[in-house]
């Protein structure tokens, strides 16, 4: 099962603007780029044409990981709007 | 004096530990708000997970009466997975006096949230607290994405990213060593099979702990907790071990799911939901500031969580109800400065909270430097031998036994074996001691 079908299964109401703004210049000098595999909801993916980081924000599972794994500490992540985000009806 | 959206106890964060705290001060008759970013209750929470029944009494006493509880967990698995193969320990204790139960967050943590409101707690959900309002060095308020509301005390319960504790100050960055990151899945699978495969009853439990498996040699575990009719699997993996090794949990997840082991208690499953969280596994030398000038942390906010045992919530249950004692004391003597909150960690200091971080506050430090052997090669090697035990090729027993222990010197550079055992020596001595 693909992680996209997996992430079908979470209630999520996403918001029109993201709460996961990474640095567009730190992101083109960091080498790890660990955000594009550590995330559970494989949110980030590396544009090599554009040099830019593709945010799937609507995906998120608001788990944090990407934050401690920016090796620039240059993700400003901020949880989404109250209404808004993962609904986990199990959890 | 401020008396507009004024109270006496704010809590931020309706999990065990918010709600815990907020059930108490409103049981000794006091006002507090309990302030929950998600549309219920347990909707932003994730955990293996089993609730522990004792530390859940000190706080709902009847909660086995009307709790949303899956099945009371009387077997205790530990399996030892290698590449293809694994050897299993099973403890089974049918006794009537309950340890842990299976529950779901979503539903256990909003039934939580609904007694504490039976009791005089007041709910403010879908709301995220965007700040703390500080006046003269003193927490005396939270701001909101509306509006700013104030309180004598404001207790932080947001969770293993407490973004609030870092922005007072009380904590430092997380480090990718201190946290796990934490993938899951709920199967739905019938009861029937669930009981046969698991050797259940009805309403009995079973929780597997996981080592080696797709995480040989890396410092996670895996997990599989028995729902009434669904099964819960996952794992958890520093964050470091991820970043080091280049690898997405999930996939992990997914080869622990296909071990020749697993995959048959699972099979022809069907998935309900996936999740993911992070685990503070950073243990008694990672703890922030526990309390500053009107304000205390609890729960998973103060990386209260003992993984060696899977607690994490009756911790986050009790540092909740001890800040409430605490929080009390203050709005009796009407000093909310760290002069009375101190008080909050005195008690974490004489209770288990502590005292077990205390006990294991080497463990991280070793695990992280020994992983590789600890958790890949000594498990490997532990199939080996059962291998050659079960064996039956005509080669004397002797003559295996004797292979056995030079493979252990071959394959293994003497100084390291060494080290490994000066680390365990080190570590039962740091817990013992």
Known sequence: MSIDEKLFTVKSVPDNVSHLNPDENECRCCESKACTFVCPANVYEWDEENQKLIVNYENCLECGACRIACERQ??????????KGVKFKLG | MRTENKTEVIVVGGGPAGI????????????????????????????????????????????????PLERKNIIHK?????????????????????????????????????????????????????????DDGQVVGVKTELEDYYANIVVLADGVNSLLARKVGLRENISPYDV?????????????????????????????????????????????????????????????ELVENKVKPYELLDKIKAHPSIAPLIKDGELLEYSAHLIPEGGYNCLPELF??????????AMLVNNLHWEGTNLAMMSGKYAAETALQALVEEDYTSEILCRYQQRLEQSFVLKDLKTYKDLMDVMHSRCASFLGYFPQKINEFFKMFTSVDSVPKKEKYRNFLKSVFKDRNPLELIKDGGNLLKLLWSILK
């Open chain 2, 180 to 240: 796990a990151v934490s993938v899951k899945e709920v199967i739905k699978l019938d009861k029937d099979k669930i009981n046969d495969r698991f050797h259940l009853n009805d309403d009995e439990g079973c929780v597997y702990q996981l080592f080696g498996g797709s995480m040989l040699g890396m410092l996670g575990l895996g997990f599989i907790y028995t729902n009434k009719d669904s099964v819960s699997i996952g794992l958890g993996v520093t964050l470091n």
């Open chain 2, 20 to 67: 815990a705290c907020a059930v108490t001060i409103a049981r000794a008759g006091r006002e507090v708000i309990l302030i929950e970013r998600g549309n219920f209750a347990g909707s932003k929470n994730v955990f293996g997970g089993a609730i522990y029944a004792q530390p859940t009494r000190e706080i709902f006493p009847d909660f086995e009466k009307t709790a």
């Open chain 2, 292 to 301: 500053a000038d009107g304000v205390m942390i609890v729960g998973d906010a």
């Open chain 1, 74 to 83: 240059s993700l400003d992540w901020e949880y989404p709007k109250g209404t």
């Open chain 2, 78 to 134: 530990y399996a030892l997975l290698g590449e293809e193969d694994s050897t299993e320990v099973t403890y089974r204790n049918n006794d009537e006096n309950a340890v842990s139960y299976s529950v779901f967050r979503g539903k256990f943590d909003r039934w939580m949230a609904d007694e504490a409101e039976k009791e005089g707690v007041i709910l403010v959900t879908e709301t995220v607290v965007e700040d703390l309002i500080v």
